[in-house]
Each structure stands twice: as C-alpha cells, then as structure tokens.
C-alpha cells in the first residue's frame, strides 16, 4: 500500500451552514488551561499553558477540525493537551494533560514500530474476535475518491465485495484481549505505564469531541467511512468515563484478504497503534484523546460497496458493553 503525497490542511467545510461557536467542555480540564479562538473554523479551543507558545498555533493549525451535518455536531476539536517531544516516550493519566513526555526514569526499551514487529498468528485467535472480508486497497495514486473530511488531502478506494459490514468488538472483558492485539500489532496501557512512542517528530495530544452526528456525516457528506496507514503512531484513549472509544485495527492476510476488528478502550487506559497499522477511530463517541502529528502522508482509503456507494458498517453487539448499536 504505497504512501500517498501532498497532504494539506484540513479546511472549514462546504457543507457547514454557518461557522458554529464550540461550547463544548473537555473533560476534567486543569483549571490553568488557555482558550485560542480559530476564526476560520469558528470555534474555541482550550490549550495546557506549559506548551511553548511557539507550538501551539502551529498545533493548533495542524490538529483543528470542525465537522457539522444539518445543524448537528459531527466532529470538533475541544482542547490541546500536550506535546510529547520527539524521540520521547509517553506516560499515560486518565487525567489531563493525559499523555506527557516520559522522563529517562521512565523511558521503555521499545519504540511503537517494535510493539507491531512479530505479530502473533491470527489463525490461532478464537472464533469471533475479528472478521476477515475482502477487498481491493487501491491508494490514492491509483484512485482519488471524493472525500470532505479526509485531513491528508486525497482518498484512494477500499472496493469491498461486500455490502455491509459487521465487525467484532473486543472489551476489556473479552476472552485473550492482549492475544488479539498482539495479532493485530497494537497494545493496550493502563494510567501510569510508559508508551513506547520514540517517533522522530513531535506527537500532539488532542482532545476531539464525535457527536451523536457523525455516522450521518460519514455517510452523507464525507463519502463513506474510511480506513488508513501512515509512519507515524497514535494513542488514543476517553478524556472520561462517559466517552466510548472504539479503535479499528486492520491487517491485510493476501493480496485482497483483510482481517478487522474493534477494541473498546476504557477510561484510563490507551490503546498505541504504531506506525503503518491500518486503522481507524469512526465508532468512538464522546471525548477521544488522539495522539498525532502534524498533517503529513498517508494512505487514507473510503471503504465502498461494489456498486461505488458508501459500505454501511455496523459494530457487532455479541460482546457489546454499554454501546449505542450503530446500524448505518
């Protein structure tokens, strides 16, 4: 899957009716946090005041969104916690800033690229814990898509052959939940352990917000859901204990054989998912943290039924825990 070029900034959206002011409050803020208008996306965005200065309009620039469909909020961008510097490691609180920048004391052997270096063998996960489908993976160089919401600038193709999809949700109580996540390369920390990161840029930590909107925006103005790859890693993880986040995590098996699944991250932990691992973070709601760069390539891909139109994509509720049930 060869890495697209030429990302650009995320842009206020055609389909908005107005710039909408952000109301919304990122969770268990410290009380020192700053606030940064961004006018071309009219909202607010609060910020820790231990970021250098210098950093934080660039952050800011890079990370903002603001995604509305027919009045209601699809997505936005509610506060910048931290920056974890580069070559760093990053230590994991279920409070803000939530991720910061690991002392020596505290820096891990690894780095994200060797949480996802000897994979276990999928063929030996239980029943259920993932879904195998098929599909052409066609990057942006072979195929631009249409795509609103696509951050990285162009969106090449998933062409599934199916016309639905259903895909299992691993939680913390799922049987060998540390097995099928080793299969798929991530792994998941709980508050106070360190994050094996040592990217060579600067990771930003950023609170979103998905509203109850944005399945409906995937579908109706961003073209379809989306998986993608890219160098870089991420963390993501709630900001409380009312928000759901459900991660994607892909692996392609052959040429056109592609195995998924979700995991249901709790309040106070973190899932790392390092660099080129397919996936993606559509079924989350409330407040998510996300670790990331700034904007730069990727290999962004709008999943499609065989006629062209949009793949509905649903969680299977077999294991759900206290998850609204998305049929889109």
């Known amino acids: 899957m060869p890495v697209i070029t030429g990302a650009v900034r995320n842009e206020t959206l055609p389909v908005q009716p107005q710039a909408v002011q952000n109301t919304a409050k990122p969770a268990e803020l410290q009380d020192t946090y700053k606030e940064r208008h961004l006018g071309d996306l009219g909202i607010n965005v609060k910020y820790n005041p231990a970021i250098p200065e210098r950093q934080v309009d660039s952050s800011l620039a890079a990370v903002s969104v603001h995604r509305m469909v027919n009045d209601k909020l699809g997505m936005t961008t509610n506060a910048l916690h931290n920056v974890v510097e580069g070559g760093k490691d990053a230590v994991l609180s279920a409070k803000a800033p939530f991720l910061t920048s690991a002392s020596p004391a505290q820096e891990t052997a690894g780095t994200h690229k060797s949480v996802a270096a000897s994979p276990a063998d999928i063929a030996n996960l239980p029943d259920g814990s993932y879904l195998q489908t098929q599909g052409r993976w066609l990057d942006a160089s072979t195929v631009q898509v249409p795509a609103p919401g696509n951050v990285f600038g162009a ?27 080793a299969a798929f390369g991530v792994k998941i920390f709980d508050e106070g352990q360190t994050v094996p990161l040592k990217f060579d840029g600067n990771l930003n930590a950023v609170e979103y917000e998905f509203g109850k909107a944005y399945p409906q925006y995937r579908l109706d103005v961003a073209n379809g859901f989306f998986i993608e790859t890219h160098d870089f890693p991420h963390v993501f993880m ?19 054989q592609f195995a998924l699944t979700n995991f249901l991250v709790p309040h106070g932990s973190g899932i790392l998912v390092p660099g080129n691992t397919i996936h ?12 990331l760069t ?5 290999d962004v891909v709008l999943m499609h039924q065989p006629d062209d139109s949009p793949l509905p994509i649903k969680i299977d509720t077999s294991e759900r825990l206290g998850l609204a049930e998305w049929h889109v």
């Open 280 to 291: 993606a973070d559509a079924f989350s709601s409330g407040s998510i943290i996300a670790l």
């Open 294 to 298: 700034h904007c730069t390539e990727a």
């Open 155 to 181: 969106s090449g193709l998933f062409a599934s052959a199916e016309t639905s999809l259903d895909i299992p949700l691993v939680t913390p109580i799922s049987p060998n939940r540390d097995d099928i996540a």
């Open 238 to 256: 709630p900001a409380s204990e009312q928000s759901e986040i459900v991660i994607t995590v892909g692996t392609q098996l052959e040429e056109d």
